[in-house]
């Protein structure tokens, strides 16, 4: 099974649209499709981005760490150090994690300064894409994604489903 190491942007596109390459990416992974790989600086970026620009998205993205298997990994302040040599410093956490997570592919949507790296590449040991590059990869798309009652939900029918959940804990 493929591994993927997700960016806080791909996340945050997860959780704000109902549509798109990110969204399938997250349900691929709720399939058991990707094995999805995280950091902690991952969700407390996306965590943030939601909570300023988007609060009633916060509901998908709880959905997700409920629902979908995923693996956390913490890089070191020497790793990190080191992936600064290859990426801006704000990117840095995220390459080193990557490399850390011994992933076969780094998901972001940041063109500035992630995607179109070869260097930083190699140096992580894996291939940075786009949500719609995985998708292509894996031979995959819209239509072709098994149905998922979880695609298109409304933030009220979420907030609703996790509050049930989790009132009945």
Request: charged share 25%; proline share 5%.
């Amino acid at each position: 099974m493929t591994r993927v190491f997700i960016d806080s942007s791909v996340f945050f596109s997860a959780a704000y649209s109902s549509r798109g390459h990110s969204r399938d990416l997250i349900l691929m992974a709720l399939g058991g499709e990707v094995d999805l790989v995280l950091s902690r600086l991952v969700l407390e970026e996306t965590r943030r981005a939601l909570t300023e620009t988007a609060p009633r998205s916060l509901s998908f993205l709880e959905f997700v760490l409920e629902s979908v298997p995923y693996e956390i990994v913490r890089p070191s302040k020497r790793q990190v150090l080191k992936a600064a040599e290859y990426t801006a410093f704000k990117d840095a956490p995220i390459a080193a994690a990557t490399k850390m997570a011994k992933v076969e592919l780094l998901v972001t949507l940041d063109r500035k300064h992630l995607l179109g790296r070869p260097d930083l590449a190699r140096h992580i040991g894996a291939d940075i894409v786009t949500p719609r590059e995985v998708m292509e990869r894996l031979g995959r798309t819209t239509e072709t994604l098994p149905h998922n009652p979880f695609k298109y939900l409304s933030m009220d029918v979420l907030d609703f489903l996790l509050y049930d959940a989790s009132a009945s804990q």
